[in-house]
């Protein structure tokens, strides 16, 4: 059975009850009932307001990193995708295991919400609950309930997603989810790209590239993203102008894809932060389809495993002719 | 987008060479005075280390204008620091594909090992990148110039 809203409630009331938590980082229906906005909550007074549906998108873990200096430990929700990136911060000693309680929610599939409403033509007001049910969600409008094929409205990240299972986990609610269905060749949409000839490539990224405005919501959202002065922000040296120039962005991008290699989790936040739509997730993907076929490296899985890049083989491939 | 350069008659391209201290700045230097011909395009950066050449450097370098972007460093083993040109080495192939993917083309990135006694080696390499960036063009990526 999949957990449902009353399950997350009751276990975080409980929780608040028995001590093993001093906050809880969950979701809570936001502006309008088609948004889920993550919710703080400091007592299992409010626990009613908690909520698990197919909208929760937001990966919860980035708010680990403020509640470092709190008493007592932190609850917290994660599907299989937060849960590793829930790794990656453990693994770079960013939050210390014993002061989180992390709640697992098994997950099949998080709505993209452009998707939905394109797909249903309609306007966000007029939905008022998504569910999930198999290989499908039922979407209830007012004046009735629709069906959805799941493969039409996931989002991008959920129709490659290998984890739904969360890998790290204090208690887990509901039954996991061993794999998706819909889930084939992760990297197809890499291979395309790849297979293209180098104008193409420059071309297409030229034209994504441009539109960046450099808001930095991908960094900022990121939950792998956790200098605390980060190289853009660096005034000594400067190492990107606020020049709105398209090989400012290149640099920009880059070196944010570079950073996060080995520790992008593909949990697709930047992507949904971006308000210009660039597809970031394929720079992320194209990272971690290398890191996989070079050093054979998954990152998020194994809190013990070496990071690839700061470390080395001496079979590693040479020097390039 | 737009090649301003194509007004000249001959393209010459701008490359850079971040060089080891201790083995290809040596191997260049050697170059120079066994007085091996080679091309004029490459500008010399030295550093202490291969290693310490961050992604960021290159990926700035190519932004800037730079036609083409090397980095020479000491032959695995043999590194000042023992395990820097190793650790260099990792991140130079997961940024040349990275660099391939958007559209640059991987010859404009260069990693070559030349110790302090390859003086030869360094010519050859210097000529064949050259070369090849000649053949490749102006660097599309660089819209102010």
């Given at each position: 059975?999949?957990?449902?809203?009353?399950?997350?409630?009751?276990?975080?009331?409980?929780?608040?009850?028995?001590?093993?938590?001093?906050?809880?980082?969950?979701?809570?229906?936001?502006?309008?009932?088609?948004?889920v906005?993550?919710?703080?909550?400091?007592?299992?007074?409010?626990?009613?307001?908690?909520?698990?549906?197919?909208?929760?998108?937001?990966?919860?873990?980035?708010?680990?990193?403020?509640?470092?200096?709190?008493?007592?430990?932190?609850?917290?929700?994660?599907?299989?995708?937060?849960?590793?990136?829930?790794?990656?911060?453990?693994?770079?000693?960013?939050?210390?295991?014993?002061?989180?309680?992390?709640?697992?929610?098994?997950?099949?599939?998080?709505?993209?919400?452009?998707?939905?409403?394109?797909?249903?033509?309609?306007?966000?007001?007029?939905?008022?609950?998504?569910?999930?049910?198999?290989?499908?969600?039922?979407?209830?409008i007012?004046?009735?309930?629709?069906?959805?094929?799941?493969?039409?409205?996931?989002?991008?990240e959920?129709?490659?997603?290998?984890?739904?299972?969360?890998?790290?986990?204090?208690?887990?609610?509901?039954?996991?989810?061993?794999?998706?269905?819909?889930?084939?060749?992760?990297?197809?949409?890499i291979?395309?790209?790849?297979?293209?000839s180098?104008?193409?490539?420059?071309?297409?990224?030229?034209?994504?590239?441009?539109?960046?405005?450099?808001?930095?919501?991908?960094?900022?959202?990121?939950?792998?993203?956790?200098?605390?002065?980060?190289?853009?922000?660096?005034?000594?040296p400067?190492?990107?102008?606020?020049?709105?120039?398209?090989?400012?962005?290149?640099?920009?991008?880059?070196v944010?894809?570079?950073?996060?290699?080995?520790?992008?989790i593909?949990?697709?936040?930047?992507?949904?932060?971006c308000?210009?739509?660039?597809p970031?997730?394929?720079?992320?993907?194209?990272?971690?389809k290398?890191?996989?076929?070079?050093?054979?490296?998954?990152?998020?899985?194994?809190?013990?495993?070496?990071?690839?890049?700061?470390?080395?083989?001496?079979?590693?491939?040479?020097?390039?002719? | 987008?737009?090649?301003?350069k194509?007004?000249?008659?001959?393209?010459?391209?701008?490359?850079?060479?971040?060089?080891?201290?201790?083995?290809?700045y040596?191997?260049?230097?050697?170059?120079?005075v066994?007085?091996?011909?080679?091309?004029?395009?490459?500008?010399?950066?030295r550093v202490?280390?291969s290693?310490?050449?961050?992604?960021?450097?290159?990926i700035?370098?190519?932004?800037?204008?730079?036609?083409?972007?090397?980095?020479?460093?000491?032959?695995?083993?043999?590194?000042?620091?023992?395990?820097?040109?190793?650790?260099?080495r990792?991140?130079?192939?997961?940024?040349?594909?990275?660099?391939?993917?958007?559209?640059?083309?991987?010859?404009?990135?260069?990693?070559?090992?030349?110790?302090?006694?390859?003086?030869?080696?360094?010519?050859?390499?210097?000529?064949?990148?050259?070369?090849?960036?000649?053949?490749?063009?102006?660097?599309?990526?660089?819209?102010k110039?």
């Amino acid at each position: 059975m999949k957990a449902t809203s009353e399950e997350v409630q009751t276990s975080v009331k409980k929780l608040f009850e028995d001590g093993s938590i001093g906050h809880f980082i969950g979701y809570e229906t936001g502006s309008d009932s088609l948004h889920v906005t993550p919710c703080f909550l400091k007592s299992g007074q409010a626990a009613s307001r908690l909520v698990w549906n197919p909208l929760c998108a937001n990966n919860l873990s980035k708010y680990l990193l403020d509640f470092k200096n709190v008493e007592g430990k932190v609850g917290i929700m994660v599907k299989g995708c937060d849960s590793r990136s829930v790794v990656e911060l453990l693994k770079e000693n960013q939050i210390d295991r014993d002061k989180v309680f992390i709640v697992g929610v098994p997950c099949s599939g998080i709505v993209d919400r452009e998707k939905l409403l394109e797909v249903l033509g309609i306007s966000p007001g007029e939905v008022v609950a998504v569910e999930d049910d198999g290989d499908a969600f039922l979407v209830t409008i007012k004046g009735g309930t629709q069906r959805v094929d799941k493969e039409k409205v996931l989002r991008g990240e959920c129709l490659v997603c290998k984890y739904p299972t969360p890998l790290v986990y204090d208690v887990l609610l509901g039954e996991a989810v061993s794999s998706l269905p819909w889930v084939g060749d992760d990297y197809s949409l890499i291979k395309e790209q790849e297979a293209l000839s180098s104008e193409e490539k420059a071309l297409h990224w030229n034209r994504e590239f441009s539109q960046c405005i450099r808001c930095y919501a991908c960094r900022n959202i990121c939950p792998v993203c956790t200098c605390t002065e980060c190289i853009f922000d660096k005034k000594a040296p400067r190492w990107i102008s606020k020049a709105n120039d398209v090989s400012e962005n290149l640099v920009y991008h880059l070196v944010r894809a570079f950073h996060v290699a080995g520790r992008c989790i593909d949990c697709g936040e930047c992507e949904r932060a971006c308000p210009m739509n660039i597809p970031l997730r394929s720079l992320n993907k194209k990272v971690e389809k290398d890191l996989l076929e070079l050093f054979d490296y998954t990152a998020g899985i194994d809190v013990e495993q070496q990071p690839p890049l700061t470390t080395y083989q001496l079979g590693d491939l040479d020097e390039f002719l | 987008m737009q090649d301003t350069k194509e007004v000249q008659t001959e393209f010459k391209p701008k490359i850079l060479a971040f060089c080891c201290n201790w083995c290809a700045y040596a191997g260049a230097d050697l170059a120079g005075v066994s007085r091996f011909q080679m091309p004029t395009d490459v500008r010399v950066i030295r550093v202490m280390c291969s290693g310490r050449v961050p992604p960021e450097l290159i990926i700035r370098a190519l932004a800037n204008g730079l036609d083409g972007v090397m980095i020479l460093g000491c032959h695995p083993g043999e590194c000042h620091y023992s395990e820097g040109n190793y650790l260099t080495r990792r991140r130079a192939h997961v940024l040349k594909r990275l660099l391939s993917y958007i559209g640059i083309e991987p010859e404009r990135f260069q990693l070559r090992w030349v110790s302090a006694a390859e003086g030869a080696k360094f010519s050859a390499v210097v000529k064949e990148t050259t070369d090849k960036i000649t053949a490749l063009g102006p660097n599309r990526w660089v819209d102010k110039r």
